[in-house]
């Protein structure tokens, strides 16, 4: 009994490894990328970092959410309250990420009080996370209602394809 729940546990821990390592190899080759450029890109990197940190936060606070009513729904069976609960997971998902971009918009601004030649800069990185804010917690929701199914490898597939794509245009604009 032991090893088979070892395995189902190694089965479902694997492909979660990989994804998260993904996204920090990913990160860590932005940084390296900004960091040859100028101190000054570098600068508003860490500038912007904690506004990154508070998106990918919540977006793990309501992925986690959702991977847990997804697995309680598909030990149930109960896929009526399913609908309902993902419907409602969709609008949170939508509102917050609205919320939090122009939350973090305007914060940003005083941020960079008494760096007004770095402001449009700062601005210029976070806009990808800023506008794209509603759909990472979007992608991070459609993950954790799979991994709430038993299947995380569609996670980590779709996160190889987003850190590619993110590496491929960090390239292209540094």
């Known amino acids: 009994m032991k090893n088979s729940i070892d395995r189902e546990i190694w089965r479902l821990l694997w492909p979660v490894l990989l994804l998260t390592l993904a996204q920090k190899l990913g990160s860590a080759f932005e940084g390296i990328l900004v960091s040859v450029n100028s101190s000054q890109e570098l600068a508003v990197m860490g500038i912007c970092g ?3 940190t508070i998106i990918t936060t919540v977006s793990y606070g309501l992925g986690i ?3 847990a009513a997804t697995g309680r729904a598909y030990a149930d069976r109960s ?4 609908k309902a609960c993902v419907r409602a997971f969709l609008l949170l998902t939508l509102i917050s990420g609205l919320a939090m971009s122009l939350l973090a918009g305007a914060l940003l601004y ?3 009080a008494g760096l007004s030649n770095m402001r449009s800069l700062g601005y210029l990185y976070m806009l990808p996370y800023l506008i794209g804010s509603p759909a990472l917690l979007l992608y991070s929701l459609l993950v954790s209602c799979t991994r709430g199914l038993g299947d ?6 779709m996160t190889f394809i987003s850190v590619s794509a993110q590496l491929i245009v960090s390239y292209m604009c540094y």
Request: proline share 11%.
């Open 50 to 52: 904690p506004y990154i």
């Open 65 to 67: 959410a959702a991977n």
């Open 79 to 82: 896929w009526a309250s399913h």
């Open 110 to 112: 005083p941020a960079f």
């Open 152 to 157: 995380t490898k569609s996670g980590m597939y």
